[in-house]
């Protein structure tokens, strides 16, 4: 049986780069039929960061453009300003988006710049091969913590971070590849409330089964444990 | 054409010549000296719907954001300096790699670090090769406010013809004094279109999996860069042809070495100046043929040797001449300081 897509995924560059098992396949496959359900594939403008998140530069029949590590907000909010009628789309990886990146994140939260932007959390740097990230958990043994992360016990929480800084009309939310509907919902109403003229942000807890070395089982059991750290739900609404 | 003249600062004059051009859109950061053109623009804007404007939280975002309004087909540009000159870098060398229209003017500061606000001729490296290649840009030196309104213009016209980043390269000497300038030299505007959202679908990469791509990638931006230098070269050689002593100086410092062979020739001393416009592509024949009688190449600048090294450079196979260096970095050179050095040899 031939895989479906949604409309506006090229099917001529899948399969996919994407490691076996990566989160990012439901990810991108559940925002591509959003866009579709929407209706807005002609208007939309997508950006990735530098991170595993690169390999989706020709993952849809979007114009897309590859950034640089951590600056997929601030090209997101410089070309929607030049182009109001557009929907623009930026999806970075926690350290893109909470280390090198994380002045702009917040920064387009707090001039309530209106796009949309997709954080996926693994706790980890994954292209790299699984270093320390912002999020990873006290404790988390990476390959640049090789004795375990112990600087604060709390990671740093994106949506929860970003409600300070942000307008009080900022979408905030953050969602799991384990609840698919849940997510799909939460990138359906931060479009929403970008075409609304604010700033939204979603954060997706996804799984690295490459570098967290575990099996399907285990992949789903370690991302059940993740969210109890990282609560799912709208954080701002 | 009536002569148009205006009392201006080398600010009004970078932001009055960027708004002649085209220019609809600029995203930055505030940084001495460059300041005052964000904070005009800003002005601007405030008056004009149709202007945008981005003050982005650093240099880095600004320049991201300079290249989302290009992809958006707005003749967007922005200014920095020294250690902010550093940091965006980074976005005008993914302006590179996609052949984008990236224009900024940069006021030259004292480096080291911060070093001091207002002037040097220390960022002549970064401006032409401070990426991770090999400085696919075009970069022009005004050396007087006049001609800083012409070069201003002409940036956003080189920019958008041959989808360069360009970078005007001035100082705060330059852009912080009140001269006369006419202002009626207006050039044609280039036509912008938009990359996104503009007939077929594009997807941008900038990231390559195999060496064999980038090669092939890189073999097209380089003939492309090639093929333009040819048409943007331009560098002016003055009282060259029968000079025994070349002063070889850009910029600020170009229009002091323009000055001291002004005075020099009045003593009937046989000096000349090769003054490059662009620095990078920069007019190499031109400096060999402005050597051809020197037997003495005065180097001036304010820095402590980066343009001394291109020039030299460029004209080791074509004179025995002997140099002389007057570098003083980031620090202002008169016409005085320049006459005295050659009468110590002439």
Known sequence: MEPRYPHCVNPKTKPSNFCPGCGYGIILKTLGEVIDELEIAPRTVFAVDIGCNLLAWNYYKLDTIQTHHGRVTPLSVGYKRANRESVTIGIAGDGGLYAIGLQSFLHAAHRDDPVTIIGVNNTIYAMTGGQLAPTSLYGQITDSSPEGKFTYEKPVLGPELAKDMAGPSAYLARASILNIPQMKQMLKSAIERQIGGHFSFVEIMSYCPTNWKTDAKQSIEALEKLEETFKLGVING | ?346
């Open chain 2, 1 to 346: 054409m009536s002569v148009k003249k205006e009392l201006l600062t080398g600010n009004d004059v970078v932001l009055k010549a960027a708004l002649l051009a085209g220019a609809e859109y600029f995203a930055g950061y505030p940084i001495t000296p460059s300041t005052e053109i964000m904070n005009g623009w800003a002005r601007e804007a405030a008056k004009n719907p149709k202007l945008l404007f981005l003050q982005t939280e650093d240099e880095t975002s600004a320049g991201m954001a300079v290249i989302g309004g290009l992809l958006a087909g707005k003749k967007t540009w922005t200014v920095t300096s020294g250690v902010g000159h550093i940091l965006i870098q980074d976005p005008l060398v993914l302006a590179e790699t996609l052949s984008l229209p990236f224009v900024m003017y940069v006021g030259q500061r004292g480096g080291p670090s911060t070093g001091t606000v207002i002037y040097s001729q220390q960022e002549l490296n970064l401006a032409r090769y401070g990426g991770n290649s090999e400085g696919l840009r075009v970069v022009y030196a005004p050396s007087n406010i006049q001609e800083l309104f012409e070069i201003t213009q002409k940036a956003f016209h080189t920019a958008w013809r041959y989808r360069l980043p360009t970078i005007i390269l001035g100082d705060g000497y330059l852009t912080k004094t009140l001269s006369p300038v006419d202002t009626s030299r207006v050039l044609p505007q280039e036509p912008a279109e938009a990359i996104f959202l503009n007939k077929e679908v594009k997807n941008l990469r900038n990231c390559f999996s195999r060496e064999d791509e980038l090669a092939e990638h890189l073999n097209i931006l380089f003939a492309k860069y090639a093929s333009a230098s040819r048409q943007i070269v331009e560098s002016e050689s003055y009282k060259t042809n029968d000079a025994r002593v070349v002063i070889f100086a850009w910029g600020t410092v170009g229009f002091a070495a323009k000055v001291a062979v002004h005075n020099l020739r009045k003593e009937n001393k046989r000096v000349g100046l090769f003054r490059p416009i662009t620095m990078r592509p920069f007019d190499d024949r031109g400096a060999i043929k402005a050597v051809k009688n020197a037997d003495k190449i005065l180097i001036a600048e304010s820095s402590g040797g980066q343009f001394g090294r291109i020039v030299r450079e460029t004209l080791t196979q074509s004179t025995d001449a002997e140099y002389i260096r007057l570098y003083k970095p980031a620090e202002g050179i008169t016409p005085e300081e320049i006459e005295a050095k050659i009468k110590e040899v002439y």
